[in-house]
């Protein structure tokens, strides 16, 4: 078991406290209307487990993320493979997300694991991602707000 300050290198870990109940935060990761406002589109999308679908990414070159729903718990767990078709050698990522009550609100943990921090593209990949993932969740907390 690691503790907070043995966190993995090889994954992105990011969590946050929204002051809305689980199911409003679950409806976020899982109706497509709120996804696309705090996220990007998704096509074809449902929090059903084997759902194949697609994240139309919001850049000025259009790119997409292909993706597997692989686990859900509705209102606690929805695991996602994440795959960019836009770049060079496409990587396939896993994408977790945690949700728990506390107190007044949600406690949210994202975790994206499958990085390979030997490889110099993959190590900016993931730092990006991280980054990325930061201002996704700000973004988020905006729209339940």
Known sequence: ???????NPDAVEVG????????????ALTEPDLLERWLMRPIG??????THFIFA??????GEIACEVLATRPGEQLTLS???????RPARWIVDW???????????????????IEDRRQKMARNAM??????ALARMRDVLA
């Open 1 to 7: 078991m690691t503790s907070d300050a043995e966190l």
């Open 16 to 27: 946050d406290f929204v002051s809305q109940p689980p199911d409003v935060v679950w409806g």
């Open 45 to 50: 999308f449902a929090a059903v487990t084997g």
């Open 57 to 62: 990414l919001p850049t000025p070159q259009t």
């Open 82 to 88: 994440w795959v960019d078709l836009q770049a060079d």
């Open 98 to 116: 945690t949700i728990r009550p506390e107190g007044r609100g949600t406690r949210l943990l994202l975790t994206q694991t499958g990085f390979d």
């Open 130 to 135: 991280e980054r990325g993932w930061r201002s």
